[in-house]
């Protein structure tokens, strides 16, 4: 993941000075993955690992809750209310006349 997320370039994956310590730390000489794998199947697993984690977070159940705008106001107050240091400039909803009035 730290690759991914730091946007290192997959062929640092075999620099000498990173090899050199994780034998280390480690006497596995296998630990590392290749650059393919960074650029295939390891890369697919945290593209989907993330995807998971944002689509639990993103989820929202309504129940039976009717969508006016009551609700929806609440609602958008309720998410911004979850990243308090976060500064909000606005909120994207659809063009229906409950989400306008939201």
Same mark, same amino acid.
């Given at each position: 993941?730290?690759?991914? @997320? /730091?946007?290192?370039?997959?062929?640092?994956?075999? =620099?000498?000075?990173?090899?050199?310590? !994780?034998?280390?730390?480690? +006497?596995?000489?296998?630990?590392?993955?290749?650059?393919?794998?960074? @650029? /295939?199947?390891?890369?697919?697993?945290?593209?989907? =690992?993330?995807?998971?984690?944002?689509? !639990?977070?993103?989820?929202? +159940?309504?129940?039976?809750?009717?969508?006016?705008?009551?609700?929806? @106001?609440?609602?958008?107050?309720?998410?911004?209310?979850?990243?308090?240091?976060?500064?909000?400039?606005?909120?994207?909803?659809?063009?229906?006349?409950?989400?306008?009035?939201?």
């Amino acid at each position: 993941m730290h690759y991914f @997320a /730091t946007g290192i370039s997959f062929q640092r994956i075999k =620099d000498i000075y990173l090899v050199q310590t !994780v034998k280390i730390l480690r +006497l596995d000489d296998g630990l590392l993955p290749t650059r393919k794998q960074l @650029a /295939t199947f390891l890369l697919d697993k945290c593209h989907e =690992d993330l995807k998971e984690k944002i689509d !639990v977070r993103m989820k929202v +159940l309504t129940g039976q809750q009717g969508h006016d705008n009551e609700f929806i @106001a609440n609602d958008v107050k309720r998410v911004f209310k979850t990243y308090e240091s976060t500064t909000f400039v606005g909120a994207v909803t659809d063009n229906t006349s409950a989400n306008k009035k939201a």
